[in-house]
């Protein structure tokens, strides 16, 4: 698996490479506050994304992305050395960081991770942002609204085959973003989780799914204490939200940040906003 990876990775940059200026080359790594005391591997940011278009498709904003811009901040992201995870790889590294008992906010991890996320299911994601992944060697996880996938509601869906399609590659896998995309209201925890179950119950029934962790994006981010109670004790070992922040040592596996990723970004701007959100992580309460 390790030289399967390692293969990708070298494929990935064949595909990336570009020339580099001297005036980037010459250019000083990004720093708001030089006397910091963490680093890149001290932290792992978690980007969101929603939907992709094609330029003239549609305007971009903040949920809309134009699908050359994602191409360029994959690119980016594989050519400034960050090793994109998985939720599965993602689980295994938060497992060894609590088992060593480590304290403070300071990962100290042996690389720079990054773990792409994307709500909702929709039909540009197979369309668009599907072949990129494979292209680029690139694992990403989807968070999909399953009642509207089965019954092609709202804004266009990718369909279960085209799901499965995707899910059975080492790049996608999908995951549940509840049923029907109600955010939790506290005394109403029990509606919240008969959606969650039957989310998990058609993501079960429609995919071929092999033995992975079980995760969560809650709808618009919100959550209670009860609803993350209820969804670790169903298994939940990842649950995101979209508060803005990085995972550090401190994060609560039932209160992962997310930065959310919109139109005219590229993929330098992408990581100024990582390091900009990352200062704000550190220096905020207590521990470093």
Same mark, same amino acid.
Request: proline share 3%.
């Given at each position: ?16 490479? @570009? =020339? *580099? !200026?001297?005036? +980037? ?10 006397? $910091?005391? &963490? %680093? ?97 060697? @690139? =694992? *990403? !996880?989807?968070? +999909? ?10 804004? $266009?869906? &990718? %369909? ?129």
């Amino acid at each position: 698996m390790k030289r399967k990876q390692i293969l990708a990775a070298a494929l990935a940059l064949l595909f990336c490479a @570009t =020339p *580099v !200026s001297a005036e +980037a080359a010459n250019q000083k790594a990004y720093q708001p506050n030089a006397q $910091r005391s &963490f %680093t890149e591997k001290d932290y792992i940011p978690v980007l969101m994304y929603h939907h992709f278009v094609q330029r003239g498709a549609e305007k971009g904003n903040s949920i809309v992305l134009f699908v050359d811009e994602l191409e360029e901040q994959l690119c980016y992201f594989i050519q400034q050395g960050y090793h994109i995870i998985s939720l599965e790889e993602l689980d295994e590294i938060l497992k060894k960081q609590e088992q060593a008992g480590k304290r403070g906010k300071k990962m100290g991890l042996p690389e720079k991770y990054i773990c792409l996320t994307i709500d909702d299911g929709y039909y540009s994601n197979y369309e668009l942002g599907f072949p990129l992944f494979e292209k680029y060697h @690139t =694992p *990403v !996880s989807i968070f +999909a609204i399953t009642d509207m996938v089965t019954k092609q509601t709202g804004l $266009r869906k &990718f %369909t279960w085959e085209q799901a499965n399609e995707m899910d059975q590659t080492d790049y996608v896998k999908i995951y549940s973003h509840t049923s029907n995309h109600k955010p939790v209201e506290a005394g109403r925890e029990k509606e919240f989780m008969f959606s969650v179950r039957e989310s998990e119950k058609a993501l079960t029934e429609f995919l071929d799914r092999k033995d992975r962790v079980k995760a969560i994006s809650y709808p618009n981010g919100i959550y209670t204490p009860l609803s993350q109670q209820e969804l670790k004790k169903d298994g939940y070992v990842l649950q995101f939200t979209v508060e803005n922040s990085v995972i550090t040592n401190e994060t609560e596996r039932e209160r992962i940040p997310r930065i959310t990723v919109g139109s005219g970004m590229k993929g330098k701007d992408v990581e100024k906003q990582i390091k900009t959100t990352a200062q704000k992580a550190f220096c905020a309460g207590k521990g470093a």
